[in-house]
């Protein structure tokens, strides 16, 4: 059976049952589907991985599996590669190893990492990865710089233009703190597409030191509204509605930052690209303590222009998906570690030109999502009750 056909009978059992972003009728879907998809992409978020008992989160809400984090990140790497629309590359939206790592010292973190690497090294493909609080808990910003989780030269199947300081060693970083090195950057894995990734602890209390400037101004920003004290900084205790984002797990992006996004939009849109956002901290539809600090900005920036298509987040464990004013899509992705044992979290993308099929396994589910700036002309947007579906794993 060839892969085209294989690709075309698992998308009509999805499309049967799916969640679709938009009003698109089922003889248009079974239509466009006939065709391969121009590339594919994997996703997950939230592996944590850690050799310790599971237990709960830091609210006492839901239980983390460690262990068994490590075991579905080998099943997607599978899954993955033995997919008929074989994914081009990967993407973690960011936490690799909890921060519990750190406490038996830096030697265990630097093992937990490797351990968790080995098994995305099985995966046929490079991976992206987006920095998250936990791997700031574990490793300074200088060094996940200097580490495989800096993946702004990632060079193989993806064309990455490098917006960064260089990495040779005879140009090192301003300061101990290596804030002065950008982990934000974009890649074109074709050339009507363009990835942008975010560096959302840009400006945070975590993922910089102490005598760092960038600390300070973070600490400014979150202890004018916080009036917790130490580690109770991670707590929104006495905060209210939004206000409950000024925690010390969250950060923001800063101005040069936020510039360079603009000026990438702006070359998009010149490009005529569809633009993915792919971030830690998400900028809508999250809970209110696991917001970005200036999300309002960001979403300003982002609806100032048609090339957007989708916001792709972590950071929350809980799948959720929402549409902001501007019609760009939000997916928040599950968390691997609060996966239950027996499943998985994790999505293989079908991008074609005007819509994506979402392929989720386990606790992520299906569905199907055509661009905003394609809506316009393709119909208007609407909300379907139809049953989101997922699909089993590769054990």
Not at 303 to 314: I, K, N, T, Y
Request: proline share 4%; hydrophobic share 30%.
């Amino acid at each position: 059976m060839s892969s085209r056909l294989l690709h075309y009978l698992h998308s009509l059992q999805i499309y049967g049952r799916v969640r679709t972003g938009v009003c698109v009728s089922h003889q248009t879907m079974t239509t466009n589907i006939t065709s391969c998809p121009l590339f594919s992409f994997g996703v997950l978020a939230d592996v944590q991985y850690a050799d310790i008992p599971n237990r709960l989160n830091f609210a006492k809400t839901s239980m983390r599996y460690y262990r068994n984090s490590i075991k579905l990140v080998h099943q997607a790497a599978l899954t993955w590669n033995q997919d008929s629309c074989k994914p081009s590359f990967a993407v973690h939206l960011g936490d690799l190893i909890d921060g519990f790592n750190n406490r038996e010292g830096k030697a265990n973190s630097e093992k937990a990492l490797r351990d968790i690497l080995t098994e995305f090294d099985k995966f046929d493909g490079p991976v992206h990865h987006i920095l998250g609080n936990h791997d700031f808990y574990n490793f300074t910003r200088k060094e996940l710089w200097d580490s495989r989780l800096n993946t702004t030269q990632l060079t193989g199947k993806v064309n990455v233009e490098d917006t960064t300081t260089s990495r040779n060693p005879t140009n090192p970083p301003e300061n101990e703190c290596g804030c002065s090195n950008k982990l934000y950057y974009k890649f074109n894995p074709h050339p009507d597409f363009c990835f942008v990734v975010l560096d959302t602890y840009d400006i945070s209390g975590c993922s910089h030191l102490q005598q760092c400037p960038r600390y300070e101004e973070a600490l400014k920003i979150l202890c004018a509204v916080n009036k917790n004290t130490g580690y109770e900084l991670n707590s929104p205790t006495g905060l209210e509605g939004k206000e409950r984002r000024y925690v010390l797990y969250n950060g923001g992006v800063g101005k040069e930052q936020l510039q360079w996004l603009r000026n990438v939009l702006e070359e998009a849109t010149r490009k005529q690209q569809t633009v993915f956002i792919l971030d830690h901290i998400p900028i809508f539809g999250a809970t209110d303590q696991c917001l970005l600090w200036n999300y309002e900005e960001v979403l300003e920036t982002l609806g100032e222009f048609d090339c957007v298509a989708a916001v792709l987040s972590g950071h929350t464990h809980t799948y959720n998906y929402g549409e902001d004013t501007n019609g760009i899509r939000h997916i928040i992705f599950p968390g691997i570690v609060e996966a239950t044992p027996g499943t998985n979290a994790f999505a293989t993308i079908d991008v074609y030109s005007d819509y994506c099929d979402i392929r989720g396994y386990g606790q992520m589910p299906s569905f199907t999502l055509r661009y905003p700036r394609w809506n316009k002309t393709m119909g208007k947007v609407c909300t379907d009750s139809t049953k989101e579906t997922s699909v089993q794993a590769t054990s």
